[in-house]
């Protein structure tokens, strides 16, 4: 499978502070793959290097054969790289459709005549079809998640970055969730790279896992194996002496 990110040499640092230090990734085309390390593992930074809301100190971004580095955040979702944030962030005073309606209307995708057609298209497929109308403080928190990424969604994304899609929600919406991100990665084609703090539901969606710690990836591979490295256990579950215990506190 062909690499559709790649990233080489990244580092960030805010004083002396390293928030990514050196890293280099391979995002293959098609798949699913997870991120997870503990809080200011550098994940979010990460993300933030990847879609050009931060300009990286070092190193460089391709999508595909096309160099994000030194774009910006606008720029970068025009060519295919959509994302979500940890904190919904919808835009306050509009009603849902309309909060879509503004994803559809990236130049790569743009159509006026067709634009409110196409945001009642894509909230149908995240189950949010009869809220259209709702101003979106009406929304709870799993459905703000759906229009997060309906909102994604309209932007034709090739590559869609979701930061912590699970946070927050109950058993039934996480289920939800699940489903149709499995739905747009194996039916849409959309090739996703997320980053979960919630194991359980993560590991049945990533068919690869990255690790970070300290600004750095620590372990690359099939999340079953990965989770068993010392390493992994070390930094994300830390000392505790019940290690069962931490991993369930981890999925909660």
Do not use: W
């Amino acid at each position: 499978m062909s690499a559709l990110l790649q990233a080489t040499g990244l580092s960030k640092h805010f004083g002396g502070v390293y928030a990514i230090r050196n890293i280099s990734l391979s995002i293959s085309a098609g798949k699913i793959t997870g991120i997870v390390g503990p809080n200011g593992a550098g994940k979010t930074t990460l993300f933030d290097l990847l879609t050009g809301f931060l300009p990286a100190d070092r190193g460089e971004v391709r999508l595909g054969d096309t160099l994000l580095t030194g774009k910006g955040a606008d720029r970068i979702v025009n060519l295919g790289c959509a994302r979500t944030f940890q904190l919904c962030r919808p835009f306050a005073g509009m009603s849902v459709v309309q909060n879509v309606m503004v994803g559809c209307l990236a130049p790569r995708v743009r159509d006026f005549k067709t634009t409110h057609v196409r945001a009642l298209h894509l909230l149908e497929g995240v189950g949010l079809r009869d809220k259209a109308a709702l101003p979106v403080h009406a929304l709870s928190q799993g459905d703000l998640r759906r229009l997060e990424i309906a909102r994604a969604l309209g932007t034709k994304p090739l590559l869609l970055l979701l930061d912590e899609p699970f946070s927050g929600l109950g058993a039934h919406e996480a289920e939800t969730l699940s489903a149709l991100i499995r739905q747009l990665n194996r039916h849409e084609g959309i090739t996703v790279l997320m980053i979960e703090h919630r194991l359980r539901d993560l590991m049945l969606l990533a068919e690869r896992l990255l690790v970070m710690d300290s600004g750095k990836v620590i372990a690359d591979g099939e999340p079953d194996a990965v989770m068993r490295e010392p390493s992994v256990v070390a930094a994300y579950i830390g000392t505790r002496e019940n290690g069962h215990a931490a991993a369930r506190d981890t999925e909660s």
